[in-house]
Nanobody
Framework: QVQLVESGGGLVQAGGTRRLSCAAS????????MRWYRQAPGKQRELVAM???????NYADSVKGRFTISRDNAKNTVYLQMNTLKPEDTAVYYC??????????????WGQGTQVTVSS
């Protein structure tokens, strides 16, 4: 009913930048909070950043001042601008969204993930 498709991952050198995008499509009435998570090898998935419908944001301490989350409600898309990347930012990045469907049911949707690798 809802698909989230991430893009923008890849290989980048330490200190570089990368912009991730996540577009939602399907039987969408509205989208509440949108989030970016990441999971590094051998580690648990962690919340990186969150943005509400109104634009309020929260960040993990490890990315504050370096990453910026934003959204385009008209396009049902969320972005993650990543600056001053570090090798420890290497992970698979997942998009997550609380979606209210046309049926008015609410679902918690996930993207397939996009790999970001930061070389030292």
């Amino acid at each position: 009913q809802v698909q989230l498709v991430e893009s923008g991952g890849g290989l980048v050198q330490a200190g570089g930048t990368r912009r991730l995008s996540c577009a939602a499509s399907g039987s969408i009435f509205s989208i509440n909070a949108m989030r970016w998570y990441r999971q590094a090898p051998g580690k648990q998935r962690e919340l990186v950043a969150m943005i509400t419908t109104g634009g309020t944001t929260n960040y993990a301490d490890s990315v504050k001042g370096r990453f910026t989350i934003s959204r385009d409600n008209a396009k049902n898309t969320v972005y993650l601008q990543m600056n001053t990347l570090k090798p420890e930012d290497t992970a698979v990045y997942y998009c997550n969204a609380e979606v209210k469907l046309i049926s008015r049911a609410t679902v918690d949707s996930w993207g397939q993930g996009t790999q970001v690798t930061v070389s030292s």
